[in-house]
């Protein structure tokens, strides 16, 4: 069977020549699939399967297994790269999405969420902290008003603090991409 989809690498572990990938995709939930070669320069996957890269993949599934068949970048996020916070904060994003993210056909507002935030991010149109926190609890709002207010910095102070609390009370464990963003925020 194959589907055509389009994702976000959330996660990529290299194997042998080849990566893993976790793909939260629009219609699918979250995806793993395997890219031949990928890990290779030369490979036509190199850049179209690497952490944080939007893509639209064709998926064959084998053996109750996705193969990449086919992958053409939508968005690679480049400016995440221009700093340890953003590409840091990016990677938390990611892990937070691959733990509760749905695996089902639910999670076109899942994608959404990461997607904005990952552009915010990229083009420093809103702060860290309020982007943390609108990933970890604001996301229950109306989308269209998600990104949309404004807080002082006191009273984000204590936004980041609470919606940080708030999610992980919710999950069973601490995100080590989390301890590494306390190292250097």
């Given at each position: 069977m194959e589907i055509t989809v389009s994702g976000l690498i959330i996660k990529e572990k290299p194997f042998k020549g080849?990566?893993?990938?976790?793909?939260?995709?629009?219609?699918?939930?979250?995806?793993?699939?395997?890219?031949?070669?990928a890990k290779s320069p030369k490979s036509r996957f190199?850049?179209?399967?690497?952490?944080?890269?939007?893509?639209?993949?064709?998926?064959?599934?084998?053996?109750?297994?996705?193969?990449?068949?086919?992958?053409?970048?939508i968005d690679v996020f480049f400016g995440?790269?221009?700093?340890?916070e953003k590409i840091s904060l990016a990677s938390y994003f990611c892990e937070i999405a691959s733990v509760l993210s749905p695996?089902?056909?639910n999670s076109h507002e899942y994608l959404r969420l990461i997607l904005n935030?990952?552009?915010?991010?990229?083009?420093?149109?809103?702060?860290?902290f309020f982007l943390k926190s609108v990933y970890e609890h604001i996301i229950y709002s109306p989308f269209d008003k998600l990104f949309s207010f404004s807080l002082s910095e006191k009273s984000l102070e204590i936004l980041k603090d609470t919606s940080e609390k708030y999610l992980l009370s919710h999950i069973d464990f601490t995100p080590k991409t989390l301890l590494f963003l306390h190292t250097i925020m």
């Open positions: 080849d990566r893993i990938l976790l793909i939260l995709t629009n219609d699918h939930g979250v995806v793993t699939a395997y890219a031949k070669g190199a850049s179209s399967t690497e952490l944080f890269c939007y893509s639209r993949f064709v998926l064959t599934e084998k053996k109750d297994n996705y193969w990449v068949e086919n992958a053409d970048v995440l790269r221009d700093s340890i695996v089902d056909n935030c990952l552009k915010f991010l990229e083009k420093n149109k809103k702060s860290f």
